[in-house]
């Protein structure tokens, strides 16, 4: 009788936080996933508008309550570099060939997904008209 008490005693303490563990484990998958997927609507989107991106960077979902209402993320094309590339020599700081040139002038990406529907928003930072495009 004792032994089967102490091993519902520990059952108890044990099985929540393992599943707490599978669960969360599980959410990260998901996110990344769904991070992934925006991504490629993103690249679809650059391409096909002529941005000629030189880089994409890294999705992060944006996430309140467990829902996911928007992916980030930013890029830098040669019009961009050049812009910063201009700032920088104003300034007179040397830089390289890519030397932290992705800022301040950048294009800033965001997509949105609505009833299996994609929106990508595309806008040029820090004063740029933001245009939005929709990808299947």
Same mark, same amino acid.
Do not use: F, M, R, T
């Given at each position: 009788m004792k032994t089967k008490i102490i091993s519902i005693i520990l059952?108890?303490?044990?099985?929540?936080p393992i599943l707490f563990c599978?669960?969360? &484990? %599980?959410?990260?998958?998901?996110?990344?996933?769904q991070e992934?997927?925006?991504y490629s609507k993103m690249?679809?989107?650059?391409?096909?508008?002529?941005y000629n991106a030189i880089?994409?960077?890294?999705?992060k979902a944006r996430i309140k309550f467990f829902h996911i209402y928007e992916y980030? &993320? %930013?890029f830098s094309n040669q019009k961009t570099l050049n812009k910063n590339r201009q700032l920088f020599n104003k300034v007179g700081y040397k830089i390289g060939k890519h030397d932290d040139l992705e800022t301040p002038y950048k294009y800033s990406i965001s997509a949105l997904k609505s009833n299996e529907k994609w929106t990508v928003y595309i806008k040029e930072e820090p004063f740029g008209k933001e245009k939005s495009y929709r990808e299947d």
């Open positions: 059952l108890i303490l044990i099985v929540p599978v669960l969360n &484990s %599980s959410y990260e998958l998901y996110v990344n996933h992934n997927i925006a690249q679809q989107a650059v391409d096909k508008h002529g880089s994409l960077e890294p999705v980030k &993320s %930013s």
